[in-house]
């Protein structure tokens, strides 16, 4: 059974941080390519970033040298870090997994003063 479970979400002020955590199970997990999505009320859902097998990363725009991406293979956990984060970043996140598309349940992630 394939379970992805996410952590690390919460209340920050802005220009906090938080580290969210993700980790799977039932999958070949170095294989995968991993990445994070969140949703904002009213919105769709977005690309925040993705990390492959080999390391490489991609992130949207809106978070590119605030947000980092990394994978622990051994523990089978991905980990999105997310610094200097401002209101706009509030937001479910949710954790991601290819091939498969596999999802997890989401973690709230709330920048506000």
């Known amino acids: 059974q394939v379970q992805f479970v996410e952590s690390g979400g919460g209340l920050v002020q802005p220009g906090g941080s938080l580290r969210l955590s993700c980790a799977a199970s039932?999958?070949?997990?170095?294989?995968?390519?991993m990445g994070w999505y969140r949703q904002a009320p009213g919105k769709q859902r977005e690309l925040v970033a993705t990390?492959?097998?080999?390391?490489?990363?991609n992130f949207a725009d809106s978070v590119k040298g605030r947000f980092t991406i990394s994978r622990d293979n051994a523990k089978k956990t991905v980990y999105l870090q997310m610094n200097s984060l401002k209101p706009e970043d509030t937001a479910v996140y949710y954790c991601?997994?290819?091939?498969?598309?596999?999802w997890g349940q989401g973690t709230q992630v709330t920048v506000s003063s």
């Open positions: 990390i492959n097998s080999g390391g490489s990363t």
């Open positions: 991601n997994g290819q091939p498969g598309n596999f």
């Open positions: 039932g999958i070949i997990f170095r294989i995968y390519t």
